[in-house]
């Protein structure tokens, strides 16, 4: 079975994804997941790479080749393929495109850690990045949190996105993020885009860009106050460059064991919480699952 990305995103639906990676991410950190973390073959002249993401969940068998390219301007900066295995014989059960899923599966990811970590009466939706993960996180993180106002900033396209989605555009980051009490950081930028000093008491952060152990989106100065939380510590600890500059030694534990029980959340109102997402291969094999399950009952 072949599914191309029209028919994945027919099956895909993200109020059946965020409770999904809920429970992909507590079986993670409780053991449950065979999983590596992702092997990165560097595309140097292109500044790209190549990454391959296998896991097996029990009930699952897949991998994920995604490519990143993120000088990319005329093509989107990711793309990937999916493949799915049965479990019991290995037999291939089914390909399909993956680059919704990585969009739809990495909001969904940090939709659960905004409803474990952000303040219940936050109203303020920051968004720094205007493309494919800014749309997915809007939608994901309107169906755990009843934002009054978004505001949205980037180089070159926050007026577009700001028209299509009813939201308002901001003229710089700092006017963006100031009063925010969600923060979604989505961005290809190798050097910091967000600053402590623009932080609100209480706010709460979704990194979703920076996934090179030599790139940060958060000033050190944020990352030195913020309560750090990731989706997977090893993963942190060896490709993100804002878990890197703050220390692992930080990081206060994986958003799954929050989830659990096994780690603290938000301890007190006026606290930074930060979620490092850099999304895992249960997540992509998770999600997949999903839509197959569906689509078995379609051909």
């Known amino acids: 079975m072949n599914l191309d990305e029209s028919v994945v995103r027919a099956l895909l639906r993200m109020e059946d994804v965020i409770p999904a990676m809920e429970q992909a991410l507590a079986d993670f950190s409780s053991g449950k997941v065979v999983q590596p973390v992702r092997s990165i073959v560097p595309v140097e002249e292109s500044g790209g790479f190549l990454g391959l993401m296998p896991a097996y969940t029990g009930t ?144 709460h952060i979704n990194a979703v860009g920076a996934c090179r152990p030599d790139w940060q989106e958060l000033d050190g100065d944020a990352l030195r106050r913020a309560r750090i939380y990731v989706d997977s510590r090893e993963a942190a600890g060896q490709e993100s460059g804002d878990v890197i500059a703050a220390g692992v030694e930080r990081i206060v534990g994986e958003i799954g064991e929050v989830v659990t029980g096994d780690a603290p959340g938000r301890t007190w109102p006026d606290e930074i919480t930060l979620f490092k997402s850099l999304g895992l291969a249960v997540e992509d094999v998770v999600t997949a699952d999903l839509v197959y399950q569906k689509a078995r009952g379609l051909f």
């Open 60 to 203: 699952a068998l897949g991998a994920k080749l995604v490519t990143f390219y993120p000088r990319n301007s005329q093509v989107p900066t990711h793309h990937a393929v999916i493949q799915l295995f049965r479990p019991q014989t290995g037999e291939p059960l089914v390909t399909m495109d993956g680059t919704l899923i990585t969009e739809v599966r990495t909001a969904a990811a940090s939709a659960v850690a905004t409803r474990y970590l952000a303040r219940p009466d936050a109203r303020v939706l920051a968004l720094l990045g205007s493309g494919v993960q800014a749309r997915s996180h809007l939608e994901a993180l309107r169906l755990v949190c009843d934002f009054q106002e978004v505001r949205v900033w980037s180089p070159r396209h926050a007026a577009a996105f700001a028209e299509e989605f009813g939201v308002h555009a901001a003229g710089s980051a700092e006017e963006a993020v100031r009063g925010a009490d969600v923060i979604v950081t989505a961005t290809t930028s190798p050097t910091p885009v967000l600053k402590d000093v623009w932080l609100s008491p209480g706010a």
